[in-house]
């Protein structure tokens, strides 16, 4: 690539989208858009920086596994190294570099498969932006779009495949990198919207202000001002007992020890806990800002403990009697519409490891009939598809043009097309029959 033989060549000097406010872009989405202004592949890109800026690459670089965004190592490195590359100042504004010092090293878990919100996309789409990734998006400790109030994804709405937002070679932002879908959608209803929990819009929200601050902080937060605080905090509502303190927060009396008396800083998910429950903004505490804050009263204090996560129990072991199973799958074998496994696994409340262990041959042929039954409807399709694709293979072949994927589909009804799996094969099939 030309700029790793060139030490001084430059990359664009691309602007990053949404600094100082809560949609500002991730590091990754940016590392993404860069590559696609160059018109070269996010690997070759990564590829590149990463041979300028560390010492070492390995041979297998998969930069996506690294967390681009969060507070570590890599953050300081590649958005140094971009800033360097590309002259834009400060890109570990698209990090949570700036939180640094106020929380553990190991404490701001990154989302390994990327989530997104496909009204977001929508959004980005309808106003004529380029679509890019949310910063926020890329925290575990987020789960629903704070803007449309819905709930985060990781599933590609048109091929239902996660791991979508990146993980291939090639990432557009906004686009599924296996079927290569527009990643965006409009509202599906209230349906998501109801499963929504105060706590998951109380904690997008914490982030959202940490976000939107942090590209105006003067001085980065420091750990000793978080530290001051909550000991004040503690010493406010609790008389300074921190067993009692622990107790509200769900957690151990040796972990609040560990942040008073030695140098250990609290987790993403500690702090989000003391905001919660004492009723101060999360941007506030970790800030060492406790300006005009007060012990919440007894009402306020259950108001509060709402927006405490609740610890997951373990489910509750529950008595299967197997021989009504057994009955039940004999039933939908004979079944006139053959059903999936995973169907009957939903329908029975019981895993399909369970029903594959216990009653493996029944399971097999549920899973066989499915099967069976699925390619015959595929095969339908591709036989409903062939007239339309040989005729549109026609036209695209009269006009003098290549007889490629786009050109055909660009002929054919999306309807028509919108169940054929195996679209290039059955072009190649096409070609074939023309010669
Ligand atoms: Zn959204
Ligand atoms: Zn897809």
Redesign the pocket.
């Known amino acids: 690539m030309a700029l790793a033989k060139n030490p001084r060549s430059v990359l664009h000097a691309l602007e990053p989208i949404g600094l100082g406010t809560g949609e500002v872009e991730s590091l990754l989405s940016y590392l993404c858009r860069l590559a696609v202004s160059h018109s070269t592949s996010t690997l070759s890109l990564s590829r590149a920086v990463a041979q300028r800026f560390e010492h070492e690459v390995e041979e297998q670089f998969d930069w996506y596994h690294r967390s681009l965004s969060g507070i570590g190592e890599s953050a300081l490195t590649w958005s140094s190294a971009l800033s360097a590359m590309t002259s834009v100042p400060r890109l570990d504004r698209l990090t949570f570099l700036p939180w640094k010092e106020v929380i553990a090293q190991n404490g701001l878990p990154i989302i390994s498969k990327g989530q997104f919100c496909p009204q977001c996309f929508a959004d980005d789409h309808n106003s004529g932006r380029t679509p890019y990734f949310r910063l926020a998006w890329e925290s575990k400790s987020v789960s629903v779009c704070h803007v449309h109030r819905s709930r985060l994804t990781q599933h ?6 996660d791991n ?1 937002r990146h993980a291939a070679s090639l990432v557009v932002p906004g686009w ?6 527009f ?1 965006g959608c409009e509202a599906h209803g209230h349906d998501t919207q109801l499963s929504i929990k105060p706590v998951e819009l109380w904690r997008a929200r914490q982030i959202r202000e940490l976000l939107q601050a942090q590209d105006q902080l003067d001085v980065l937060p420091q750990r000793q001002a978080l530290v001051d605080s909550i000991s004040h905090i503690i010493g406010e509502m609790d008389g300074g007992k921190s067993a009692h303190f622990a107790k509200r927060l769900g957690i151990s009396k040796s972990t609040i020890h560990y942040w008073l008396q030695t140098d250990n800083t609290p987790t993403l998910e500690a702090s989000l806990r003391v905001a919660s429950q004492s009723g101060i903004s999360l941007l506030k505490l970790l800030s060492g800002d406790l300006f005009g804050w007060n012990a919440p009263s007894e009402g306020q204090q259950l108001a509060l403990a709402l927006l405490k996560p609740v610890t997951q129990q373990r489910a509750q072991r529950r008595e299967i009697d197997w021989r009504e199973v057994e009955i039940q799958l004999q039933r939908c074998l004979l079944e006139p519409a053959p059903i999936s496994v995973r169907e009957v696994s939903r329908r029975l409340g019981i895993e399909p490891r369970q029903l594959y262990l216990n009653f493996n041959q029944m399971t097999r042929q549920i899973a066989e009939r499915w099967k069976a039954y699925r390619k015959r409807v595929r095969d339908e399709r591709v036989e409903a598809a062939m007239p339309h694709i040989e005729s549109a293979a026609r036209s695209v072949l009269s006009t003098g043009k290549s007889l490629n994927l786009r050109e055909v589909t660009s002929h054919v009804q999306p309807d028509v097309l919108s169940g054929v799996h195996g679209l290039f094969r059955v072009l190649r099939e096409v070609r074939e029959r023309g010669r």
Do not use: E, Q
């Open positions: 590609c709405p048109c091929c239902g495949k979508v599924c990198t296996k079927c290569g879908s990643l």
